[in-house]
């Protein structure tokens, strides 16, 4: 397997929706998104390939130094920095994401909304920004606002979809302020206690990922289409906080799975539109 189909399994394995976005780009730059993406879930499931936090940050130090040239082999990585080269991506960028991750490995509370925003915005926008950039010909065409919106509205979807499985680690994504608000300990959440108060917080935060979509979408309104593709996977967010929001389900019980068909028809449509 070649290094581009090496990267392109990953993310289809790892970020389904990313890879059917990639497949919708230009043939010129998917090769680059694909390693872009596919450092995305790496560093993203570094959690889960650790058994301890201080192991994890090393790896995160790894990544670091990997994409600065010392990458040891690693066809994602070697990819990932020829891309950065290509495309003058900014290096600051990454080393904000992979510091930001460090938080993934710890089970500590998420302090506030605002906290969350900013991990979001240094992890799920960046990748879109970064993307956008690759797309634009190595150029920032001032696609930095629109991608924070839609970074912010597809991280606080996917972590409500899978909340179940977080929670279950110890993990801690939901605003501590706003469970205290709302007469919810951290205790109830890992120990998967739905309470009136888990599903308050829930719709609170559901409800802030639909303002950041609205705000996403008027946002790319004067987008040059050709970065269209980097901003399609943030298409399954309305879908995604609308199983989210289902009356019948269980925040804490019930992991939202969109189906590949759903996926699928979500991404295409908005790429034939043009806009989300």
């Not at 007469?183 to 888990?198: E, K, N, P, W």
């Not at 759903?262 to 539109?273: F, G, K, P, T, Y």
Request: charged share 25%.
């Amino acid at each position: 397997m070649d290094v581009s189909a090496h990267c392109a399994a990953i993310v289809r394995a790892g970020n389904r929706d990313r890879y059917l976005s990639d497949l919708l780009a230009p043939e010129g730059v998917r090769d680059d998104l694909f390693a872009l993406h596919a450092f995305d879930v790496e560093v993203a499931s570094v959690r889960d390939k650790v058994k301890e936090p201080m192991l994890g940050e090393i790896r995160l130090q790894w990544w670091r130094d990997a994409l600065r040239g010392d990458h040891g082999g690693s066809p994602v990585a070697s990819s990932l920095a020829l891309a950065i080269a290509r495309h003058n991506l900014p290096i600051d960028a990454f080393d904000n994401l992979l510091q930001a991750r460090i938080f993934d490995l710890y089970d500590d509370p998420m302090p506030t909304l605002g906290d969350y925003e900013g991990y979001a915005g240094d992890t799920a926008s960046a990748i879109i920004q970064l993307g956008a950039i690759m797309l634009a010909g190595g150029k920032d065409v001032g696609t930095a606002e629109a991608a924070g919106f839609a970074g912010v509205a597809q991280s606080i979807a996917r972590m409500l979809a899978s909340l179940p499985l977080s929670a279950a680690r110890g993990q801690c994504y939901l605003p501590a302020d706003r469970l205290a608000a709302s007469g919810t300990s951290l205790a109830d959440l890992r120990a998967g206690q739905t309470t009136d108060g888990i599903r308050t917080v829930v719709g609170e935060l559901a409800e802030r990922a639909r303002e950041r979509l609205s705000e996403a979408r008027r946002s790319m309104a004067g987008l040059d289409k050709t970065v269209l593709p980097a901003f399609l996977p943030v298409a399954v967010v309305e879908a995604q906080l609308k199983a989210v929001a289902h009356p019948a389900r269980d925040p804490l019980r019930n992991v939202v799975e969109i189906s590949p068909f759903r996926e699928q028809w979500a991404i295409w449509r908005a790429s034939r539109r043009g806009r989300l």
